[in-house]
């Protein structure tokens, strides 16, 4: 059973949410999932877990990553998740110029680190909705698909 790590960055509850729904949607297919605020959490945890997964809201007009966030980000490069599954997941606000930006940030981390990414990032208009679930279990299940796929070879 492969195992996964959702840490999160919450101001409103909205990231905390989708971190939620993807955790238990990692349950759901049998993964060993937990969820952990990342103010607890640094990159090097990651190295415990097969799938790592990063939750987080973009800050402000200038599309900031939110202050903390920021150490785990920092360090994400320095640690080797080689063969290590990842995938990325926010909330923005279409009003600003750089929508979930803060997500593409950390993809862009997580690809220096070595790690595989699972699928295409999911970026969700401030709160999930109903209609935005089935793209959080789609991601879910690609990151078992990439872990399975990575196990084989």
């Not at 990063?54 to 900031?64: E, I």
């Not at 600003?96 to 593409?104: G, H, L, N, P, T």
């Not at 699928?119 to 679930?133: F, H, N, Q, W």
């Amino acid at each position: 059973m492969p195992t996964a790590l959702v840490t999160f960055a919450s101001l409103t509850g909205n990231d905390e949410e989708i971190a939620n729904i993807m955790t238990k949607s990692l349950l759901d297919l049998g993964v060993e999932a937990k969820m952990i605020e990342c103010q607890s959490v640094y990159a090097s945890d990651f190295l415990n877990e097969d799938i790592c997964i990063v939750v987080t809201y973009t800050y402000g007009a200038a599309a900031d990553l939110p202050d903390e966030i920021v150490d785990l980000y920092e360090e994400l490069p320095e640690v080797n998740l080689e063969g290590k599954i990842f995938a990325t997941l926010g909330s923005g606000e279409y009003d600003y110029e750089e929508f979930c930006k803060s997500v593409d940030d950390f993809t862009a981390q997580f690809k220096q680190s070595g790690a595989i990414m699972a699928g295409e990032s999911v970026k969700i208009e401030l709160y999930p909705e109903d209609d935005d679930i089935p793209a959080i279990q789609k991601l879910a299940q690609e990151c078992v698909t990439a872990f399975q796929t990575q196990q084989a070879s």
